[in-house]
């Protein structure tokens, strides 16, 4: 059964960076996709970024420029590193693996962006 464990959230202040890691167990990594999601607190959750199995990445438009995705599939582990983070970035980040038919989310983690 797949696993996957979220690590790397923390508080920050405004302009700060933090390196979110996504270990995956239970699968083989190398052959799904992988997204980020947040959720701020009365929202629902949103998209942020995705890589495929291949390595191609994808962002929401408000991250461009700020945040990269990217994967070690020798580690069975994703990445989120977070640059220039703003209060806006504040919520819980889950990461999500897929591939046609299936999906499985983490747990999260809490990432809060404040002075």
């Known amino acids: 059964q797949v696993q996957l464990v979220e690590s790397g959230g923390g508080l920050v202040q405004p302009g700060g960076s933090l390196r979110l890691s996504c270990a995956a167990s239970?699968?083989?990594?190398?052959?799904?996709?992988m997204d980020w999601y947040r959720q701020a607190p009365g929202k629902e959750r949103e998209f942020v970024a995705t890589i495929t199995s291949g390595g191609t990445p994808n962002y929401e438009d408000s991250v461009k420029g700020r945040f990269t995705i990217s994967r070690d599939n020798a580690k069975n582990t994703g990445y989120l590193q977070m640059n220039s983070l703003k209060p806006g970035d504040t919520g819980v980040y889950y990461c999500?693996?897929?591939?046609?038919?299936?999906?499985?989310w983490g747990q999260g983690t809490q990432v809060t962006v404040s002075s």
């Open positions: 999500r693996v897929r591939r046609t038919g299936y999906s499985a």
């Open positions: 239970g699968t083989i990594f190398s052959m799904l996709h």
